[in-house]
């Protein structure tokens, strides 16, 4: 493994299976203005504010990272737009952008707060945005969401194209809830130039309800697709785990997610950080590093960048999900607005 040394230039975060890190995805908050069904229980405890990273501390972490090759960073959460100053870290991370070190700075939201935020994220250099979209009708969107309301995430949508934001909706494919509507939402998110992204859940935490009922492999729903759709796979890629098929009818991209039904870690180049500063390597293993010890330990980055190193050469190889009714408890614990997605 390769040790950070301060006299030299910063060396690249390459694991043991030879995968350079270059994508770091940050939960900046795991509070949500929202409680969907397959990612939290609508009672909720969340961190005490106490233990989160302040947004200097978190500028000083993910800059460390792109010191060392980081050149994609993903805000998530939770929603990322409720942490408050959010708007102050995402315009200090955009002078990495300025400088050319990150190629993108980028983040994923139910949307709810881009009517009041779009303009300032473009003005700061973020170009790209995904937005969680899992069905288009309001009583069902209540329904998944609990406490959302479609009508705000689609003035969210509007203002985020005004300010010429590119969009990829993402949708949890979820079974009996939202597979019948999927049609519908490929004709409309490509008929307003989006990209969707299907997902298959994850067993991530303590849910209210049996995830059996929801999970629906995206090979099915592809299979099911192809009747009405043509769909032809392209080369297409975010830097994220999506493949694309271009949807011939529509001209527009279809991306599936599938760490169900296929695994795609041997491509894996992410890690995730926490808004308390724990490391997670893989978004399916218990395993982390703590950052946020070594990070106040010392004003200077020496710690820090030591404990970044000793946490890449942990980096697993893959995750081992399983959802059927023999394995019906989460496959790690946290909940995915913990590490985020
Ligand atoms: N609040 C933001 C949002 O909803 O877009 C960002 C955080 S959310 C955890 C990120 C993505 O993870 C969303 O697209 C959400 O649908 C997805 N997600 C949450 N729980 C999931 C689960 N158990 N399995 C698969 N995807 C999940
Ligand atoms: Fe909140 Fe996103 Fe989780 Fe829904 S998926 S509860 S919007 S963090």
Redesign the pocket.
Known sequence: MIRYNAMTADPALIDPFGRHVTYLRVSVTDR?D?R?V??MAEDMTFLPKKDLLSLEELDRVCSAFITRGVRKIRL?????LVRKGIMTLIESLGRHLKTGALEELTL???GSQLAKYAGELAAHGVRRI???V?TLDEAKFHQITRWGELAKVREGIRAAQAAGLAIKI?A?ALKGVNDAEIPEMIRWAHGEGMDLTL???????DIDGDRTDQYLPLSVLRASLMDRFTLEDIAYKTGGPARYARVRETGGRLGFITPMSHNFCESCNRVRLTCTGTLYMCLGQEDAADLRAPLRASEADGLLHAAIDEAISRKPKGHDFVIDRRHNKPAVAR???VT??
Do not use: A, K, R
Request: glycine share 16%; net charge negative.
């Open positions: 949500c929202f969907c397959y990612c998530t959460g939770g929603e990322p994923t939201t139910n995904n937005i969680s899992d993402n949890v997902i298959e859940t994850m067993p991530l935490g909940h995915m607005s985020g997605g």
